[in-house]
């Protein structure tokens, strides 16, 4: 069992930035892949930006493409997900999530454990 905890979402203009954190607690870290999930109202919850267990591989939705980027500490059991050039449409609720697998996977099924998300609003 892993439990994950985001933090760091908020309100920000369109252009701003933000940087989500998850923490990871109850297992040991570095045997998940790690994966950032949306969820916008009225929609379903999307992919984001996943990453390897060591952080050498990551996989990118084209549309944060260029303007998010995952990272992890290993040593602090967290996952990172810097934001730049914030759009409205960006504005969702944001979910990290945990994979057993080798895997890196863009599949929300995939996925064995999640946070109860952070949210994000970017103003026009």
């Known amino acids: 069992q892993v439990q994950l905890v985001e933090s760091g979402g908020g309100l920000v203009q369109a252009g701003g930035s933000l940087r989500l954190s998850c923490a990871a607690s109850?297992?040991?870290?570095?045997?998940?892949?790690m994966g950032w999930f949306r969820q916008a109202p009225g929609k379903e919850r999307e992919f984001v930006v996943a990453?390897?267990?060591?952080?050498?591989?990551?996989y990118y939705a084209d549309s944060p493409k260029g303007r998010f980027t995952i990272s992890r500490d290993n040593a602090k059991n967290t996952v990172y997900l810097q934001m730049n050039s914030l759009k409205p449409e960006d504005t969702a609720v944001y979910y990290c999530?945990?994979?057993?697998?080798?895997?890196?996977?863009?599949?929300?099924?995939?996925?064995?454990?999640w946070g109860q998300g952070t949210q994000v609003t970017v103003s026009s």
């Open positions: 999530a945990a994979d057993r697998s080798l895997r890196v996977s863009y599949v929300y099924g995939d996925y064995d454990y």
């Open positions: 109850g297992h040991t870290f570095s045997s998940y892949a």
């Open positions: 990453i390897s267990r060591s952080g050498g591989t990551t």
